[in-house]
């Protein structure tokens, strides 16, 4: 009877101490898991992350790879470990990193509008895309020119933000820009005539290399006798404007090719005066042959005359005058100084017209060498900043040297351009 009771008590007692390892191995499992797990969005999912102290043969019974970690969202996983252990845990992911991004260094001027805080950041990224861009104290305020930091404030769509230091530097900027060159302009009362009222005027300002301007011609009529003012605005960055006036004066007077011409109606008070200068300078611009000496003339008057449009009619003369005394003219005193030069050289030269007048009318030679007739033109322009010399008509044609060929003598390289245009002259 002893010996059963004893039998049966050291069962009872082993199977307690089994028990009673099962559930102690049970607790030190479930405290080794950690039950909630966070990650920011973006990060990997690591088994190592579930466990205080993780079991080698620890695994996840959720495939994870189904898992966008990029986007914030809370998960329910199962884990397995310890051979006979499932659990199941919680996954965050949260998104607690703000955007990234760089400054923009600005320039601006004083009392303008201030760009938009998006304009001042970029190469902006962020997982959750980025909700909005403002300054972080609201719209500056600022008026004095200096440099300046100016925090700008990105948040993400979990509102989550980053400041960005963007560079300012302000200029206090109250000069209008200037005019040069605006003149008034001299036309006949032909209707098709065009007038480029930008033609030798520019424009410069202290800080705004490229100030805008533009014209109001509204009140120009175009074939009609009359005096007609023009305003010209240019206008800053800063906002700073100017406005000047010249005016058109249309007439019925045309100038005829005689009175343009050396040999045409001369200014005897200038006469002697103008070709004792040219004798004098031409002793110095003499080459080896005609081509030399011409060419020297040409890059003379185009390096040594400085374009200012000259209001009015000038004789012939009065042109060759200004530009020997005043080192100026327009493309009529270009045309003249290079002609009497070329007249003492003993080179033979002729005046080319622009045809139809477009752009108040231009000048040129046309110059005997080798026998053959070649375009010459020393006017000094914006667009072509070295003179045109020895071309034919095919080089030489562009918006301001169009002209009636057929009143001319053939050039060299031959004149095809202009044959259906001698054929409508024959028929008039």
Known sequence: MYKVAAKIAAFIYCAAIIVISVVFTIMDANNNLVKEVSIEAGDRINIEDFFNDCPADAKFLTDISTIDTKVPAVYQLAVQYG???????????????????????????????????????????????????????????????????????????????????????????????????????????????VIDYFEGISVKDDYDVNPKMDIDD?????????????????????????????????????????????????????????????????????????????????????????????????????????????????CFGYFCTTKILLDVAGIPNMMVRRYPMKWSGHYWNLVKLGGKWYHCDSTLYRYHWAPFFKLTDAKIVDAHHHFRGSNLPTRAGGTPEYKKEQAKDNKK
């Open 83 to 193: 051979e006979m252990f499932e659990n199941t845990v919680t996954l965050k992911i949260e998104d607690h990193t703000g955007p990234r991004g760089v400054a923009l260094p600005k320039e601006m001027f004083a009392r303008t509008k201030w760009p938009k805080a998006s304009d001042c950041v970029g190469f902006l990224y962020d997982l959750s895309g980025v909700a909005k861009v403002e300054y972080q104290h609201g719209t500056p305020d600022i008026e004095i020119a200096g440099d300046y930091m100016v925090p700008v404030e990105v948040t993400d769509w979990y509102d989550n933000k980053t400041i960005i230091d963007v560079p300012f530097h302000i200029t206090d900027d109250h000069n209008a820009p200037v005019f040069y060159g605006i003149h008034d302009f001299y036309v006949d009362n032909s209707k098709d005539v």
């Open 218 to 330: 509204s009140k120009v009529q175009i074939g009609k006798v009359g005096t007609y003012e023009i305003v010209y605005k240019a206008a800053d960055s800063a906002g700073n404007m100017r406005k000047q006036v010249a005016h058109v004066f249309i007439s019925k007077v045309k100038v005829s090719n005689s009175r343009l011409g050396a040999g045409g109606l001369w200014d005897s008070r200038r006469h002697n005066e103008i070709y004792s200068m040219a004798r004098k300078l031409v002793r110095r611009l003499k080459g080896r042959n005609d081509t030399e000496t011409a060419r020297n003339i040409v890059n003379y008057v185009h390096d040594n005359v400085f374009y200012m449009s000259v209001p009015g009619q000038q004789s012939f003369e009065a042109a060759v005058y200004r530009a020997f005394t005043q080192r100026s003219g327009d």
